[in-house]
């Protein structure tokens, strides 16, 4: 399932999750992995406030999981390592 079809309709939602959990800007991805391609997958790339902590991207995981039933992998820009230009490049800013 693509990044659009588990989107739709929850960018609300999604954005006060995030948000409530210290993200300051939220953008949604496809799976960089092969295998997820075809899969209910949602990766979420973010950006956190100071103080915030891994707690805070673990929540973030949790609670969009449920919202969404899907997988959801949260990271942040530092997270990225061989993958960052291709996930910076396909990001997508969620916005209402």
Do not use: W
């Not at 805070?56 to 530092?78: G, N, R």
């Not at 490049?89 to 969620?94: D, F, I, L, P």
Request: glycine share 6%.
């Amino acid at each position: 399932m693509g990044v659009n079809k588990i989107v739709a309709g929850a960018e609300h939602n999604i954005l006060h999750i995030t948000r409530s959990h210290g993200a300051t800007c939220v953008r949604v991805f496809d799976s960089i992995f092969p295998e997820k391609l075809d899969s209910n997958y949602l990766g979420v790339l973010v950006d956190m406030a100071d103080g915030s902590t891994l707690l805070d991207l673990v929540a973030i995981k949790q609670d969009l999981e449920e919202l969404l039933d899907c997988e959801v992998h949260v990271v942040t820009e530092s997270m990225l390592s061989g993958f960052r230009s291709r996930v910076l490049k396909e990001a997508v800013a969620v916005e209402v």
